[in-house]
Protein backbone atom coordinates (compact mmCIF):
# COMPACT_ATOMS: atom_id res chain seq x y z
CA UNK A 1 0.00 0.00 0.00
CA UNK A 2 1.35 3.36 -0.91
CA UNK A 3 1.68 5.81 1.97
CA UNK A 4 0.90 8.76 0.34
CA UNK A 5 -0.55 9.86 -2.60
CA UNK A 6 -0.78 13.63 -4.19
CA UNK A 7 -3.54 14.61 -6.49
CA UNK A 8 -4.93 17.55 -7.82
CA UNK A 9 -1.71 19.38 -9.96
CA UNK A 10 -2.82 20.76 -13.17
CA UNK A 11 -2.30 24.36 -15.54
CA UNK A 12 -3.50 27.42 -14.70
CA UNK A 13 -3.00 31.19 -15.62
CA UNK A 14 -1.14 33.64 -13.00
CA UNK A 15 -4.26 34.35 -10.79
CA UNK A 16 -5.76 31.39 -10.68
CA UNK A 17 -6.51 28.73 -7.85
CA UNK A 18 -5.47 25.27 -7.23
CA UNK A 19 -6.59 22.43 -4.72
CA UNK A 20 -4.13 19.40 -3.73
CA UNK A 21 -4.78 16.10 -1.91
CA UNK A 22 -2.46 14.07 -0.09
CA UNK A 23 -4.24 10.69 1.14
CA UNK A 24 -2.06 8.91 3.67
CA UNK A 25 -2.73 4.86 3.85
CA UNK A 26 -4.52 4.12 7.29
CA UNK A 27 -1.82 3.15 9.19
CA UNK A 28 0.71 5.56 8.17
CA UNK A 29 -2.09 8.52 9.28
CA UNK A 30 -0.44 9.25 12.82
CA UNK A 31 0.02 12.42 14.84
CA UNK A 32 3.15 14.06 13.35
CA UNK A 33 4.26 16.42 10.53
CA UNK A 34 2.44 16.55 7.13
CA UNK A 35 3.99 18.92 4.59
CA UNK A 36 3.57 20.30 1.57
CA UNK A 37 6.87 20.93 -0.59
CA UNK A 38 7.54 21.71 -4.08
CA UNK A 39 10.83 21.54 -6.64
CA UNK A 40 11.52 23.38 -9.98
CA UNK A 41 13.18 22.89 -12.26
CA UNK A 42 16.99 23.27 -11.54
CA UNK A 43 16.21 23.70 -8.22
CA UNK A 44 16.25 22.53 -4.69
CA UNK A 45 13.32 21.13 -2.86
CA UNK A 46 11.83 23.94 -0.52
CA UNK A 47 9.14 23.71 1.99
CA UNK A 48 5.76 25.09 1.62
CA UNK A 49 3.42 24.39 4.35
CA UNK A 50 2.97 21.86 7.03
CA UNK A 51 0.50 21.56 9.14
CA UNK A 52 0.23 19.41 12.96
CA UNK A 53 -1.76 16.39 12.60
CA UNK A 54 -2.13 16.70 16.37
CA UNK A 55 -3.68 19.94 16.67
CA UNK A 56 -3.51 21.49 13.16
CA UNK A 57 -1.28 23.89 13.75
CA UNK A 58 -0.07 25.25 10.19
CA UNK A 59 3.35 26.76 9.04
CA UNK A 60 3.94 28.47 5.96
CA UNK A 61 7.05 30.08 3.65
CA UNK A 62 6.95 33.57 3.28
CA UNK A 63 6.34 32.87 -0.25
CA UNK A 64 2.87 31.81 0.08
CA UNK A 65 1.12 33.24 3.21
CA UNK A 66 -1.68 34.70 2.76
CA UNK A 67 -2.45 32.88 -0.70
CA UNK A 68 -2.28 29.57 0.13
CA UNK A 69 -3.80 26.92 3.28
CA UNK A 70 -2.68 23.73 4.49
CA UNK A 71 -5.68 22.07 6.32
CA UNK A 72 -6.32 18.65 7.14
CA UNK A 73 -9.65 15.70 7.75
CA UNK A 74 -8.31 13.24 9.96
CA UNK A 75 -11.69 11.26 9.05
CA UNK A 76 -10.46 10.98 5.67
CA UNK A 77 -6.64 10.75 5.96
CA UNK A 78 -6.42 13.39 4.20
CA UNK A 79 -4.20 16.44 3.87
CA UNK A 80 -5.05 19.47 1.79
CA UNK A 81 -3.58 22.38 0.06
CA UNK A 82 -5.37 25.62 -1.39
CA UNK A 83 -3.55 27.38 -3.35
CA UNK A 84 -4.84 30.44 -4.56
CA UNK A 85 -3.56 33.88 -6.43
CA UNK A 86 -1.21 31.67 -8.05
CA UNK A 87 2.12 32.91 -9.58
CA UNK A 88 4.23 31.59 -12.69
CA UNK A 89 6.94 31.27 -9.69
CA UNK A 90 4.88 28.66 -7.95
CA UNK A 91 5.41 26.53 -10.88
CA UNK A 92 6.61 23.00 -10.20
CA UNK A 93 6.01 19.54 -8.21
CA UNK A 94 4.58 19.72 -5.46
CA UNK A 95 5.52 16.62 -2.91
CA UNK A 96 3.70 15.64 0.21
CA UNK A 97 5.63 13.51 3.12
CA UNK A 98 5.57 12.98 6.71
CA UNK A 99 7.04 12.48 9.72
CA UNK A 100 5.42 10.29 11.89
CA UNK A 101 5.73 10.15 16.10
CA UNK A 102 6.40 14.21 15.96
CA UNK A 103 5.35 16.73 18.51
CA UNK A 104 3.84 20.40 17.81
CA UNK A 105 7.43 21.40 18.36
CA UNK A 106 9.70 19.42 16.12
CA UNK A 107 7.13 20.14 13.40
CA UNK A 108 7.57 24.14 13.87
CA UNK A 109 11.14 23.98 14.35
CA UNK A 110 11.42 21.43 10.89
CA UNK A 111 9.24 22.48 9.16
CA UNK A 112 11.20 23.84 6.42
CA UNK A 113 13.92 20.95 6.47
CA UNK A 114 12.80 18.11 3.89
CA UNK A 115 15.32 15.55 5.89
CA UNK A 116 13.27 15.79 8.87
CA UNK A 117 10.40 13.89 6.47
CA UNK A 118 10.84 10.64 6.38
CA UNK A 119 7.81 9.08 4.17
CA UNK A 120 7.15 11.10 0.77
CA UNK A 121 4.61 11.30 -2.36
CA UNK A 122 5.14 10.58 -5.90
CA UNK A 123 4.39 14.35 -6.73
CA UNK A 124 1.86 16.43 -8.70
CA UNK A 125 2.81 18.62 -11.01
CA UNK A 126 1.66 22.27 -11.08
CA UNK A 127 2.01 24.79 -13.70
CA UNK A 128 1.07 28.89 -13.64
CA UNK A 129 1.51 30.80 -16.88
CA UNK A 130 1.52 34.15 -17.19
Known amino acids: QVPLVESGGGSVQTGGSLGLSCVAS????????MGWFRQALGKEREAVAT????????TYADSVKARFTISQDSAKNTVYLQMTNLKPEDTGMYYC???????????????????????WGQGTQVTVSS
Open 51 to 58: IYTGSGSQ
Open 97 to 119: ARKDDANAGYCRHRAFDPSAFTT
Open 26 to 33: RDAYSSGC
